[in-house]
């Protein structure tokens, strides 16, 4: 079974743009989470969804927002990047929500 | 606030020896919890987990530990070698409605040859 994926794995943009990443979770599974990993910080976590709908979000600013289309895939987009936006963004699927989350490879980002 | 705390960044442990990493958490309302090991560029990759009925879970070489009354737990990897060198990650996370993977900050782990 296909694991986790994630486009684009590098992106590089510059303050004031926007973004969208995008996550494939493992075939089956219809939780999506989403994490921000920086130097030093650990894995924050930014929102989840299940069955389409955001389920569970974190304390992040109204310029980070995502959706999960009925397949499954899920999309997160940062709006007006600053440069504290830089890390490592990555996307976890389970089956549901209470399942043990499988990580894909990340997005790595850097905002100039 | 952090509600998982791993305080110790960095460890290294001998090839052959037993690596412990340990975990404490603040949040009464966790009852699970799981290890997850990353490579650099990588994702994080599921190790372990434990349930708070449980007070132990082996799985080959790695065992996890959990101290409900002290909000603790460790992760021992016997025998450790040199592909357990990485950057290990403690999350915990509660039942319905507090369903969201909180993570401490990571451990790195070298196995010396």
């Known amino acids: 079974k296909a694991g986790v994926t994630q486009t684009p794995r590098y992106l590089i943009k510059t303050r004031g743009q926007q973004v969208t990443l995008s996550c494939s979770p493992i075939?089956?599974?219809?939780?999506v989470s989403w994490y921000q990993q920086t130097p030093g910080q650990g894995l924050q976590f930014l929102f989840e969804?299940?069955?389409?709908?955001?389920?569970n979000k974190g304390n992040f600013p109204g310029r980070f927002s995502g959706r999960q289309f009925s397949n499954s895939r899920s999309e997160m987009n940062v709006s007006t990047l600053e440069l504290g936006d830089s890390a490592l963004y990555l996307c976890?699927?389970?089956?549901?929500?209470?399942?043990?989350?499988?990580f894909g490879p990340g997005t790595r980002l850097l905002v100039l | 606030d952090q509600q998982v705390k791993q305080n110790s960044p960095s460890l290294s442990v001998q090839e052959g020896r037993i690596s412990i990493l340990n975990c404490d958490y603040t949040?009464?309302?966790?009852?699970?919890f799981l290890w997850y090991k990353k490579y650099p560029a990588e994702g994080p990759t599921f190790l372990i987990s434990?349930?708070?009925?449980?007070d132990k879970n082996e799985d080959g070489r790695f065992t996890v530990f959990l101290n409900k009354s002290a909000k603790h737990l460790s992760l021992h990897i016997v025998p450790s070698q040199p592909g357990d060198s990485a950057v290990y990650f403690c999350?915990?996370?509660?039942?319905?409605?507090?369903?969201?993977?909180?993570f401490g900050t990571g451990t790195r782990l070298t196995i010396i040859p």
């Open positions: 976890a699927s389970s089956l549901t929500q209470l399942e043990t989350q499988y």
């Open positions: 075939s089956g599974h219809r939780s």
């Open positions: 969804y299940f069955s389409e709908t955001q389920r």
């Open positions: 949040n009464s309302m966790f009852d699970y």
């Open positions: 434990i349930s708070s009925i449980k």
């Open positions: 999350a915990a996370r509660g039942d319905f409605g507090n369903e969201k993977l909180t």
